[in-house]
């Protein structure tokens, strides 16, 4: 019997990426590096140095719909884990700015958001 792999966010974001590029070949989107940031003191810094915003949400979604300018989300990978404060914020302050953000709790619901976005369902 095979061991059964541990669900992480990172396994989660996978899949999801995934799916984006199997329903929406055409999309423009990146994902960005939050969570690597936290292993060593160097690539904080740097990271911090170059730009990077504390609280940026895993995946942005740049396709444009009937309402929003894009869609970001922040991937947690059930319905235990929650965002910090810093991930609510910057949530908070895309939605002001014409964005839809939203915190997604694992793959179902993530991929619930990606599909009522693209068509035009929120």
């Given at each position: 019997m095979?061991?059964?792999?541990?669900?992480?966010?990172?396994?989660?974001q996978?899949n999801?990426?995934?799916?984006?590029?199997?329903?929406?070949?055409?999309?423009?989107?990146?994902?960005?590096?939050?969570?690597?940031?936290?292993?060593?003191?160097?690539?904080?810094?740097?990271?911090?140095r170059?730009?990077?915003?504390?609280?940026?949400?895993d995946l942005?979604?740049?396709?444009?719909?009937?309402?929003?300018?894009?869609?970001?989300?922040?991937?947690?990978?059930?319905?235990?884990?929650?965002p910090?404060?810093?991930?609510?914020?910057?949530?908070?302050?895309?939605?002001?700015r014409?964005?839809?953000?939203?915190?997604?709790?694992?793959?179902?619901?993530?991929?619930?958001?990606?599909?009522?976005y693209?068509n035009?369902?929120?």
């Amino acid at each position: 019997m095979a061991k059964q792999e541990r669900l992480t966010e990172e396994r989660v974001q996978i899949n999801i990426v995934d799916y984006l590029k199997l329903q929406y070949p055409s999309a423009l989107y990146t994902a960005t590096m939050g969570g690597q940031f936290q292993r060593h003191y160097s690539q904080r810094l740097k990271a911090k140095r170059t730009g990077y915003l504390k609280g940026v949400s895993d995946l942005l979604i740049f396709e444009p719909n009937e309402t929003y300018y894009g869609l970001f989300i922040e991937l947690k990978k059930d319905k235990k884990s929650y965002p910090t404060k810093e991930q609510k914020i910057f949530i908070e302050n895309a939605l002001k700015r014409g964005y839809y953000a939203i915190c997604c709790k694992g793959f179902d619901h993530c991929r619930e958001i990606i599909d009522k976005y693209f068509n035009n369902e929120l």
